[in-house]
T-cell receptor, first 111, second 112 residues
């Protein structure tokens, strides 16, 4: 079966610019997660969707980050405006039960 | 808040030796404990997992043990090989997978 797909793989922007990431989960997986992984740290959950509803967004900086999963399949994560400290790898994962499968991530560099 | 503590942060072993990584969780509702391996520049890959109704699980050179009373779980790698070098993350998930918390990771070096 195809894995979790993400794009782009790399993105370089200047601070105060905006950026969007896309994720396509494994077919049939109802739960989708966005994580931020800063170099040398473990993944930190930003937002979790169950179908097209938000289960947990308690750690999402809502003044600059937004995410949607309108049809319960693909999802986009947006940052506007970006700050230097947003430089990280943004991982998308999906699950049908409790085992999460990760995508390749998008490495964001904010200059 | 809930958290998962992982130790050690760095582990260096000689090829052929065993490696043990330990995690402690705080959420008593956690009942699923996966372990992920992340090689440099790659995605985390699930290597083994254990559910709360089991105390130990083994898959070839990898084993995981769980002590629910003490809220501890550990990853054991035997006969380590250079290709085992990576960052390993533990995680704890509650019933239904509604909340997963990751440890900070252990960087394992296996010296040939």
């Amino acid at each position: 079966e195809a894995g979790v797909a993400q794009s782009p793989r790399y993105k370089i922007i200047e601070k105060r610019q905006s950026v969007a990431f896309w994720c396509n989960p494994i077919s049939g997986h109802a739960t989708l997660y966005w994580y931020q992984q800063i170099l040398g740290q473990g993944p930190k959950l930003l937002i979790q969707f169950q179908n097209n509803g938000v289960v947990d967004d308690s750690q999402l900086p809502k003044d600059r980050f937004s995410a949607e999963r309108l049809k319960g399949v693909d999802s986009t994560l947006k940052i506007q405006p970006a700050k230097l400290e947003d430089s990280a790898v943004y991982l998308c994962a999906s699950s049908s039960r409790d085992t999460q499968y990760f995508g390749p991530g998008t490495r964001l560099t904010v200059l | 808040g809930e958290n998962v503590e992982q130790h050690p942060s760095t582990l260096s072993v000689q090829e052929g030796d065993s490696a043990v990584i330990k995690c402690t969780y705080s959420d008593s509702a956690s009942n699923y404990f996966p372990w992920y391996k992340q090689e440099l520049g790659k995605r985390p890959q699930l290597i083994i997992d254990i559910r709360s109704n089991v105390g130990e699980k083994k898959d070839q050179r990898i084993a995981v043990t769980l002590n629910k009373t003490a809220k501890h779980f550990s990853l054991h790698i035997t006969e380590t090989q250079p290709e085992d070098s990576a960052v390993y993350f533990c995680a704890a998930t509650d019933t239904g997978g509604f909340k997963t918390i990751f440890g900070a990771g252990t960087r394992l070096f296996v010296k040939a």
